[in-house]
Each structure stands twice: as C-alpha cells, then as structure tokens.
C-alpha cells in the first residue's frame, strides 16, 4: 500500500496551484494533503478559498459550488478538494 | 424602571402577513412565518440582559433580533467568534446566551438556536396579530456591535433601535430601495457586522424585501441565490466578492441594484461591474461607530454624498461625524477632504487603521495581541506594499527564541481575527529599532527580504 501522505499527481498539480495563486510560503511537496486547508493546517480563509475557486475555474474549467459560506467539506483537505475537481471534471 | 420614549418605529415595513419575508433552505418565508418565529423563540429565551446573536443563517439572525427586542434584550454582534473573544463577551456581559444556527454548539457557553427546533411549519399554522405590538421605542438599545480598541477588548459600539432604523431608512431615500418594490436581496457579508446589519438585514425588514438567508461566496453559489428569486434582485457585496465575480465570468440572473462597502472600489471595477451586471452599482461609506455615513454611484462621481440626518466638520483632529439619529460625533478614521457639510472625497485611510478583505482593525491593537503572547519578546505586524492581484496580507517580523510559527499563528489564531493572521511571518533577533526607538517602514520591508533563518 502506498503512503497516505503521498500526493498523486494531479494532487501535486493542485498543490502547486494553490502556492503559487496565493504565495504561500510552503513549497507544494510539504503539503499534507489530507491536512485542513481551513483554519489550522494551511490556514487558508474564505478569501484565500475565493481566490483558489477562481484559479480552478481558469485551470480546471469547472465552478466550484458550496451550499454555504460554511459549508467547508469539499475544502476540508487537498485530497477532498482534488476529489472534488476530478467529480466536476467527469461529470 | 428606566422610562422608554413613546415613539416607536416597527420591526419590519412589509404590507401583509402574506407578503414573502424570506428565501430559506430552498423554501418561501412569509411574513407571517417570521413573526411565529419571532415570538416563538421570545418565548424561548431565559430572562437576562444580553443575547449573544452568533447565528449564521440570516433568518436565525432576523428572528433572533426580533426576539430580543421583543424581550428588551440586547443583541451582541461579536466581530467574530473566537474563543477569546466569546470569552471576553461573557467576562463583560454575565450571563449571556448565545443564539445559533441548528447544530452549531460552543463549548462552554449557554446556547439557543434561534429557529424552532421542529421547524418554521409548526409555528406558522396558529393565527398570530399582525405586527401591531412589534414595535420598540426609539431609545430601547437593540444592538451593541464591536470595533476593535487598542487594548485589545473589543470597544462596544451601542445601537438604539432608532438609530438603526433612521440610518436605514436614510440610505433607502439615498438608494431609491422604495422604487424596486419587494426584491430579493443576496447578501455576501456577514450580519453581525455593520455594514451586513444596515444593509442586508435591516435594509430587507425595513423596507419590506425578501432576504435570502444564505451568505454565498462562490460565484456560481451567488448566481445561485440569486436565481431563487423571480423578480427584481439586489446584490449586497464588497470589492473582494465582485472582482471575483467579474473574473469569474458566471452568468448572474438580471439585477436592478448592487451595493458594496468595506474598501473604496476602484472606479473602473465599478463601470465593469454595472456594464457586466447590467445594473447600478452604489458605494456605502461608513464604519461601526456610525453605520453608514454616505454614499456614491462609483461610475458616475468620486464625491460622497451624507445620507439624510448626517453631516461632517473638520478641525485639527480630524473629521467628525453626527446626526440627527446618532449619539454624539465620531471622529472618522479616514483622510477626507470636505467639499461642504454633507458632500466629501474619500482619500485613504488614516495611518493606524489596516482593511482586509473589508475587516477593519488598527494595527495598535494587533500588535498588543501579538505581544501579549507567551514567549514573544518583541513584535510588529505591518502591511508590505500591496501586490499586483489578490488581497494582500499583513506581515509581522517577531523576536521569540522559544516559538516556531504553528506555536505562535495558533496562539494569534485565538485571539484576532483569522484575516489579520501574519503573511509572511517572519522570526528575527531584534527588530530593526531607530535610535528613538521607532520601527521605520524601510526597515521593516527591507527585513522581510532577508531569507529566513531555519
């Protein structure tokens, strides 16, 4: 079985998305990808998470949905989130 | 007991107990549904001064505020809900109880949610006067809001319920609200600060429009919300969600009128925005200590109009608001050149005052949390210079031998706003002091060059 914290590739492709959209400090291969993006872990907030849908959508060509505003479950990790895409693309 | 004035204002404007009140969980409100609701949870709520409003879901929030002046108790709108500010509330305000959406629990405090826990149907079937005994006088405090001191509490900001009510109803003459009947308003800010207060809450009940309870941050979420109603939609928003909306290129449902406030739109964001959305787009000038002060049409002039019942002077301090609705003068936190007592040009803000993403705090106050934390010896937040796209962070240059960044942001994170977190934050030995003991801005920026230690 393979190491959990091993990131796919399209997973290190979001990852690098989400640094280099944001600037983030951290380098794409140190991001856990089942870590929160929220809050702890990454520490991102819902600007942050506004500026990333606008990157997936130029990138990736589909529109992220949350019911809410606090609706955070396909943000909660990158593997969720990276799900998430991968759902949207194939639908 | 303390005498009440005699003049009341009414809790909501809309015509008849049948009109649509709201657009909840994919269903219609009626006006009558909302005042079960009301009395339902006035009936609920324990005796005491102070109902802590922490309820996301817009109607939670509007029934929770009804309930409250229906008891004469008064709403607190904490600027946010970490766990040290929920803390201080309760030093401050004993006894409080908090108001919340279904589900949501904070450990620790006494908590209510503000919908009736079987649901709006139950309420709505008993046959309830119509508005007759929902009204308060002009004197009842209905809210206090927060800003954020220098010393780190949070200052309270007390709102009577006619200074709410004649601040609305001042910026609905300034908008023409009266002329777009009872649209649908989207809002993408939260209620409990002021700006979402007077423009999304108290604007829907206060001139009979239909509030949608959701708070949409996506943009296909918007356009969602947005598509539930059927006729005429307002978009209240901030220059953040707009530039997203615009570069996002999802198609909206027609609108007819669009609001923002927080930080001065850029003018040309403001023609793109009407020219894409097809409607005309209004600034709101204002800040917690006041409510909104003026307003412009951003495409058409860069002056700022007072709404009626405000006026401005300057002297050296600076410049003061009052009005016929508000207690006392503010003295504002921006730079503004007067053009006469109720028309001004916005020019920035004043140097202590930092704006992310529209949240409002000084940086007086941020340096006091970062240095209350244990281990921190000495420490700075500051703004860098801004960057070409995206919202830019604060930075902070801190001297703490014993910390690394997931210690201290988790420290920082329970006591300010997770907007303010520092990005980049950077340890060093000492801060770059002057001989006077200052922390010059070239030096703060040049230090935020130099690579990190590891």
């Known amino acids: 079985m393979s190491d959990l914290k091993t990131m796919s590739p399209a997973e290190l492709d979001l990852a690098t998305l989400i640094v280099n959209t944001l600037t983030l400090e951290t380098t794409p291969e140190d991001i856990d990808p089942d870590a929160a993006l929220y809050g702890e872990g990454l520490g991102l907030d819902s600007i942050d998470i506004l500026e990333v849908a606008l990157a997936v959508s130029k990138t990736y060509g589909v529109k992220l949905r949350a019911d809410d505003e606090n609706n955070t479950r396909i943000f909660s990790s990158l593997r969720t989130l990276n799900d998430h895409i991968q759902q949207l693309k194939a639908a | ?454």
């Open chain 2, 1 to 454: 007991m303390t005498m009440l004035s005699t003049t009341r204002l009414p809790l909501i404007r809309h015509g008849s107990p049948d009109d649509l009140f709201a657009w909840h969980d994919g269903r219609p409100v009626t006006v009558r549904g909302y005042l079960a609701a009301v009395r339902d949870l006035a009936r609920r709520l324990p005796d005491g001064g102070f109902v802590l409003n922490l309820c996301g879901d817009r109607l939670g929030f509007v029934v929770g505020l009804g309930a409250a002046l229906l008891r004469r108790q008064v709403s607190l709108l904490p600027p946010n809900d970490t766990p040290a500010t929920l803390r201080q509330l309760e030093e401050s305000y004993p006894g409080l109880v908090c108001l919340t959406d279904a589900g949501a629990g904070y450990p620790g405090m006494a908590c209510i949610e503000a919908l009736p826990p079987g649901g709006l149907d139950r309420l709505s079937a008993a046959a309830l006067p119509f508005g007759d005994d929902l009204a308060f006088p002009t004197d009842q405090v209905a809210a206090i809001a927060f800003t954020s001191g220098s010393t780190g509490r949070p200052m309270p900001q007390v709102k009577s319920w006619g200074t709410l009510v004649r601040s609305v109803h001042g910026a609905g003459t300034a908008l023409d609200i009266a002329g777009l009947g009872s649209a649908g308003l989207v809002g993408t800010v939260p209620h409990q600060h002021m700006y979402g207060l007077e423009s999304v809450a108290l604007l829907a009940l206060q001139h009979g429009l239909v509030l949608h309870a959701g708070r949409p941050l996506f943009p296909a979420d918007i356009a969602a919300c947005l598509g539930n109603f059927p006729g005429r939609r307002i978009l209240v928003t901030t220059p953040v969600h707009l530039q997203a909306l615009l570069a996002d290129g999802t198609p909206l449902p027609p609108l007819d009128l669009i609001l923002c406030a927080t930080a001065p739109l850029a003018p040309q964001l403001a023609i793109d925005a009407e020219a894409k959305l097809g409607a005309p787009l209004h600034e709101i000038y204002g800040c917690s200590e006041t409510g909104q002060v003026a307003v412009r049409r951003t495409s058409a002039t860069a002056d700022w109009l007072c709404i009626d019942g405000i006026r401005l002077r300057q002297d050296e301090q600076g410049t003061w608001a009052s009005g016929d609705f508000l207690d006392g003068e503010t003295l504002l936190a921006d730079v503004i050149e007067l053009k006469s007592d109720t028309r001004f040009i916005l020019h920035g803000r004043s140097a202590d005052q930092v704006n992310i993403a529209g949240k409002r705090s000084s940086l007086a106050f941020l340096n006091h949390h970062l240095n209350s934390v244990d281990g921190v010896k000495d420490g700075v937040f500051f703004m860098p210079n801004e960057g070409e796209r995206g919202t830019t962070r604060l930075a902070a240059l801190v001297v703490a031998p014993g910390l690394n960044a997931e210690t201290l942001l988790a420290s920082l994170r329970e006591r300010i706003d997770p907007i303010f977190l520092p990005r980049p934050l950077r340890f060093v030995d000492d801060l770059p002091r002057n001989p006077t003991g200052k922390l010059p801005r070239e030096a703060l920026l040049r230090m935020l060059d130099i690579p990190q230690r590891d």
